[in-house]
């Protein structure tokens, strides 16, 4: 079995985490994103990648109040799937909140099983007291609007699951 490294994401990554983004933003499954706002995000980013350099993986972690953040773009490669990979990049960016001083991370998936196992629970719509609601409703990024569970943002969240751990 071939091994895999997790790293933090450079700008050279940033075309490649948009290849690997691309298959999923045409199946609908994540939003797509600019190559600007890739390179404008790459310090949020961790990458997985093979023995030969090649990216087998990403995700990235981005702040969205004092004590909560949110993963978001966890890719693996086909290829790479079952393999640890997805573990080992949530890993690296649950120490990265932690760092930070984040206590809670936020999720938007299918992917209910794997986030399960990673400790992460489904959540209703409340999960922020109404202050802190009516500072993050004022932010352009669509991430914070998916957890606002606002409606503007209802048909690309159709089928997703929000979930939530607490570090």
């Known amino acids: ?14 075309r490649g985490i948009h290849r690997m983004l691309d298959p999923y933003v045409q199946r609908r499954i994540l939003l797509g994103k600019d190559l600007v706002v890739l390179y404008e995000a790459v310090q949020q980013f961790q ?17 969205m109040w004092d004590d909560l953040g949110e993963i978001r773009t966890l890719i693996v490669a086909d290829d ?18 932690r760092q930070l001083g984040l206590k809670q991370l936020f999720c938007l998936t299918f992917e209910v099983d794997f986030f399960t196992r990673r400790g992460f629970v489904p959540i209703g719509e409340h999960v922020v007291d109404p ?31 929000r979930m939530l751990k607490t570090l």
């Open 1 to 14: 079995m071939s091994e895999f490294t997790v790293r933090p994401a450079r700008t050279a990554d940033v």
């Open 47 to 63: 990458v997985a990648e093979d023995e030969n350099g090649e990216l087998v993986g990403c995700g990235a972690l981005h702040v």
């Open 80 to 97: 790479w799937l079952h393999r640890g990979v997805g573990r080992g990049i949530v890993e690296a960016l649950e120490e990265s909140a």
């Open 131 to 161: 202050d802190v609601y009516s500072q993050l409703v004022r932010s352009p990024d669509e991430g914070i609007a998916e957890f606002l569970d606002l409606a503007h943002v209802k048909p690309n969240t159709l089928g997703n699951t």
